[in-house]
Nanobody, 119 residues
Framework: QVQLVESGGGLVQPGGSLRLSCAAS????????MAWYRQAPGNQREMVAI???????DYADSVKGRFTISRDNAKNTWYLQMNSLKPEDTAVYYC?????????????WGQGTQVTVSS
């Protein structure tokens, strides 16, 4: 089985920064896609950033230029650096990974971490 554990959420003032981490553990051969999603109260879960194992990235228009997704392959960990945070970035952030265990591939979710942007 594969587990994803997020960390790094919290309360930050507008204009501030936070760095989220997602650590994958278990029987992992490779991670094809590493991603971050978020869900604000009353809204659907939305994609924030995606990073493929080929190095391609994609971002939601609302975070382009402010957020950066990166990875540490040796640690099976990926990050979301969030700068110039706005109140509308407030949400529960979830990491998502498409993981190969060799004999099977699957998509896994973390438990979520709250990010609150408020003065």
């Amino acid at each position: 089985q594969v587990q994803l554990v997020e960390s790094g959420g919290g309360l930050v003032q507008p204009g501030g920064s936070l760095r989220l981490s997602c650590a994958a553990s278990g029987s992992i051969r490779s991670i094809y896609v590493m991603a971050w999603y978020r869900q604000a109260p009353g809204n659907q879960r939305e994609m924030v950033a995606i990073l493929t194992n080929a190095g391609s990235t994609d971002y939601a228009d609302s975070v382009k230029g402010r957020f950066t997704i990166s990875r540490d392959n040796a640690k099976n960990t990926w990050y979301l650096q969030m700068n110039s945070l706005k109140p509308e970035d407030t949400a529960v952030y979830y990491c998502n990974g498409v993981v190969s265990q060799g004999f099977i591939n699957g998509a896994y979710w973390g438990q979520g971490t709250q990010v609150t942007v408020s003065s």
